[in-house]
């Protein structure tokens, strides 16, 4: 597979690698990492999600298995799916976040974790909703 995450942030010459996080991302990733993992290392390394999710780009490491089933997953790409009921708590708090149609991973992973839903089924009620996830904390889409 041709790697080209990098290129995403080619025009932005004030990135500076944080060493302690390269080292932690690369111990831990590989060619690859898990969603759960690259937030969880943001955690850990007290780092911006997003921060973690460029030094990922800059070294062409994978980000796989969305927590929201949106992406990285084999062989069918993506596990997320329209939910055929939405608690109505649930619609109300996603109506009341989303601006422009759209609503952030950040606050959809808040609100499985506050309401001890998995975040896959809280993304099927944004699909049923019509709702766009985006932005990913990880820079991902």
Known sequence: M???YAEKHAENA???????????LLEKAGETIGCAEALLTAAKTQKNPQDVGVHLD???I?????????FGFSPVKRIVKRAGSIDPAIRQ????EMKNGCISCEFLLKIAEQNNILPVDVAGMCEALEVQIKPCQLGAF
């Open 2 to 4: 041709e790697k080209h």
């Open 14 to 24: 004030e990135i500076v690698m944080d060493e302690k996080l390269k080292a932690h």
């Open 58 to 60: 800059l070294l062409e």
């Open 62 to 70: 994978r980000i796989l298995e969305c927590q929201l089933g949106l």
């Open 93 to 96: 708090l996603i109506e009341g």
